[in-house]
């Protein structure tokens, strides 16, 4: 079965302090996908990264930057220098391999707050 | 280009009532997926249309059901409501046949059932 844990349920951060999400995934699938969303209070997620299985490399948007190791079935998710409209709840999410890219198993969520 | 719409968007219903919630997807975007959100069991994918097909399904009772049609728009469906159904619905569209799971939701049809 596919699973997807979030430990963190909140973060309360400072404004400009680093913040790292986490994420453990549980499949058998050999070819997967994982993503990050967000969703802030209006409700919609808002898609921030796709990984496949088979790129272990490390990626870095902005501020935003994503850690992925297979041999510990993580995918976090880093925050450098948050502000306070990085609050919102974020969630992980994985995909089995073809056909399955519209059926995602989320984790629980991690809700974080950026106080200024 | 406007995003994933759907309406309505907040609902009051009773128990043992049906509802119908319709997402009107992204232009040009042909695969819809629906989920349902709570505080409790999180998010969880219900099932995702492409093309008037149901291609994926989750694991709900069937009382919960959904259609797409010719214009990619899509409607689901719960019947004889219970306590337990309230919930955020969320509908995502994406744009092609090789669903990549990036998907663009809408701001959700928040359903309360008394």
């Known amino acids: 079965a596919q699973k997807v844990t979030q430990a963190q349920t909140e973060i309360s951060v400072v404004e400009k302090e680093d913040v790292t999400l986490d994420c453990v995934y549980e499949t058998r699938d050999t070819t997967y996908y994982l993503f990050w969303y967000k969703q802030p209070p209006s409700g919609e997620l808002v898609f921030l990264i796709r990984?496949?299985?088979?790129?272990?490399q490390n990626e870095i948007s902005g501020r935003y930057s994503w850690n992925f190791q297979k041999s510990t079935s993580s995918f976090n998710f880093t925050i450098t220098a948050s502000q306070v409209v990085d609050s919102a709840v974020y969630f992980c999410?994985?995909?089995?391999?073809?056909?399955?890219?519209?059926?995602?198993?989320f984790g629980q969520g991690t809700e974080l707050s950026v106080k200024p | 280009k406007a995003g994933v719409t759907q309406t309505p968007r907040y609902l009051i219903k009773t128990r043992g009532q049906q509802v119908t919630l319709s997402c009107s997807p992204i232009s040009g975007h042909r695969s819809v997926s629906w989920y349902q959100q709570t505080p409790g069991q999180g998010l969880q994918f219900l099932f995702e249309y492409f093309s008037e097909t149901q291609r994926n399904k989750g694991n709900f009772p069937g009382r919960f059901s959904g259609r797409q049609f010719s214009n990619s728009r899509s409607e689901m469906n719960v019947s004889t409501l219970e306590l337990g159904d309230s919930a955020l619905y969320l509908c995502?569209?994406?744009?092609?046949?090789?669903?990549?799971?990036?998907?663009?939701f809408g701001e959700g049809s928040r359903l309360t059932v008394l």
């Open positions: 990984r496949n299985s088979f790129d272990e």
């Open positions: 999410a994985l995909s089995g391999g073809r056909g399955q890219g519209g059926k995602l198993i």
């Open positions: 995502a569209s994406s744009p092609g046949q090789r669903n990549t799971g990036e998907l663009f």
